[in-house]
């Protein structure tokens, strides 16, 4: 015969339990994928906890201090986001590329909140000092642009297949 005491731990027990089933499993780590303004593709990597792990741009800008001069499509990965918390991040980025006619410092930085749970959306910038190999300097500007990702049905594929897909690029692992 229980007691009175040890009938109120046992409902409690099986609350707490039931309370427990009632939530939503433990995270998965999740891929988003989507576009910026300009139209080309972004790609945002979670940890279980919703926390950055990984984000990709696809960008290009015609807006150069020099009259013809275009900044064709870069990818750009930034990997160390310089805050980040559960369904938000403010990541920037400095890397530098050789072309065969320049080299490019590339300086990047993007904001990106969780719009729900199948949702981030957030602005991307990038300025662009070109070195070019016969000593002229160019500076390329990327305005904001907005872009937007959605939950990726991808998101079964590991890291490295989703990002082979992009094609090949700088990889900024700077922070």
């Known amino acids: 015969m229980r007691t009175g005491r040890a009938r109120s731990w046992t409902l409690l027990a099986l609350g707490v339990s039931l309370a427990l089933l009632a939530l939503p499993g433990s995270a998965a780590a999740e891929t988003f994928t989507g576009k910026t303004a300009q139209g080309k593709q972004v790609l945002i990597e979670t940890t ?12 290009s800008t015609k807006d150069c201090d020099r009259p013809g001069v275009t900044l064709r499509t870069q ?3 930034l990997r160390t986001p310089k805050r980040s918390r559960p369904g938000y991040f403010k990541a920037t980025g400095v890397y530098r590329v050789e072309f065969t006619d320049s080299t490019v410092r590339f300086e990047v930085s993007s904001i990106g909140r969780q719009r729900g749970q199948r949702r981030w959306s957030g602005t991307f910038r990038a300025r662009a000092f070109v070195a070019l190999n016969d000593g002229g300097r160019v500076e390329c500007k990327l305005r904001r642009i907005d872009w937007t ?23 900024s692992s700077a922070g």
């Not at 279980?48 to 960008?59: D, G, I, M, Q, V």
């Not at 990702?149 to 990889?171: I, T």
């Open 48 to 59: 279980p906890n919703r926390e950055l792990r990984k984000a990709t741009w696809r960008w």
């Open 149 to 171: 990702a959605k939950l990726s049905a991808a998101r079964a594929r590991g890291p490295a297949q989703q990002s082979r897909r992009l094609g090949s690029g700088p990889d």
């Open 75 to 77: 990818f750009t990965r």
